[in-house]
């Protein structure tokens, strides 16, 4: 069964786009109102509406981002992060920690290499990460031991 992971935020950052969006449109439309009696108020009310509409193109990316393309994936048999680059797996054989803190969750691998688990925000769905790869981690290196073991020793062991 594979359990995934996305983060929240997705209706707060689709909500600020669209406010911020409203708001360089009414800054536009008092710069054309205002056009006539003063140019340099049009000017200012103009770069106005233009940094708000960047302000919002961005939170709706975010939005876009946390909705369709950021999420961690356990399965059976690895980690499976998803990001701009695709996806990427670690087996869970691979890895040896999941770092958890105030702004980030992290997967190390045996190398000493870290990866920024974007699906996962804030440390408590951090911590239910952590503990949900243990947990298949533990279970998988228990499948592998069962397998490794010889044909009499299974039986011995399923007798007790």
Known sequence: MTERFQPGGVTHALVSGLVELALASALLAGSLATADQSPQAAT?????????AV?????????????RVL??????????????????????AELSAVEVSAR??????????TRVV????GPA???RFRARVL????????????????VDQRERNRDG
């Open 44 to 52: 200012s009310l103009s770069a106005a509406s233009l940094l708000w």
């Open 55 to 67: 302000l919002a193109v961005a939170s709706l990316a975010v939005a876009w981002l946390r909705a």
């Open 71 to 92: 999420a961690a994936e356990l399965d059976d048999e690895a980690v499976v992060l998803h990001g701009l680059g695709g996806a990427r797996r670690f087996p869970y």
């Open 104 to 113: 980030r969750t992290r997967v190390v691998a045996r190398d000493g290499t």
């Open 118 to 121: 974007r699906g996962v925000r």
């Open 125 to 127: 769905q951090g911590n």
């Open 135 to 150: 947990a298949r981690a533990k279970a998988a290196v228990a499948a592998a031991e069962v397998d490794t073991l010889p």
